[in-house]
């Protein structure tokens, strides 16, 4: 979507391969969101970064994952010795100051095999 | 918890035919509900949003009132074109405006 560039938008790996993706958003979004779109499921939260503050790691499924966003704007999420199982779509999105809507990037698909 | 649940797709309708997509979730305090649409190959795009009881959100044509009564948030439209062929993802955030919760979306396809 615009305003929200995430790369690459297509991903395959090898299984036990890291992989990172990555998220660029335009500025004066504060809060910053990871989720994961599965085949024949709904989004599932992964993590939460919200301006100076401890971010919300409650989504991530397991410690493989992580992720940073860098000086209040660039995110990257990091794979670690990828499953078939994380296979999926991951979305990047933005939300602003006082508007509830989010503001999704196209995202990246991946691709574990 | 929040959750959110929508009816199974997909939901196949001839053009002109009139669209209803439930939608029905349970919350923690006082939710604001979305919907969201996802054509194919894009990303998710915010279609409207009601943010206090009785309020209807609308947007291309497309409309949902916040039902508090019954916890639902049904999207219609009298009348859909091939175009509106995509994903609808209902969803809610509560308190202060953190994660949203998404129902598992529901597949429209519109047929000529």
């Known amino acids: 979507g615009a305003g929200v560039s995430q790369s690459p938008s297509n991903k395959v790996t090898e299984k036990g391969k890291d992989v990172e993706l990555r998220c660029d958003p335009i500025?004066?979004?504060?809060?910053l969101y990871w989720y994961r779109q599965s085949l024949g499921q709904g989004l599932e939260f992964l993590i939460y970064f919200q301006g100076n503050s401890a971010p919300d790691k409650s989504g991530l499924p397991s410690d493989r994952f992580s992720a940073e966003r860098t000086g209040g704007s660039v995110s990257t999420l990091t794979i670690q010795r990828t499953q078939q199982e994380d296979s999926a779509v991951y979305l990047c999105?933005?939300?602003?100051?006082?508007?509830?809507?989010?503001?999704f990037g196209s995202g990246t698909r991946l691709t574990v095999v | 918890g929040n959750s959110v649940t929508q009816m199974e797709g997909p939901v196949t309708l001839s053009e002109e035919a009139f669209l209803t997509i439930n939608c029905t979730y349970t919350?923690?305090?006082?939710?604001?509900l979305f919907w969201y649409v996802q054509y194919p190959g894009e990303g998710l795009q915010l279609l409207l949003k009601?943010?206090?009881?009785?309020d209807k959100g609308s947007n291309k044509g497309f409309e949902a009132t916040y039902r508090k009564e019954t916890t639902s948030f049904h999207l219609e439209k009298g009348s859909v074109q091939v175009s509106d062929s995509a994903v609808y993802f209902c969803a809610l955030v509560t308190g202060g405006g953190n994660k949203l919760t998404f129902g598992t979306g529901t597949q429209l396809k519109v047929e000529l």
């Open positions: 009601a943010t206090k009881a009785d």
């Open positions: 999105a933005l939300a602003g100051r006082t508007d509830y809507g989010y503001t």
């Open positions: 919350a923690t305090g006082y939710p604001s």
């Open positions: 500025s004066g979004h504060t809060a």
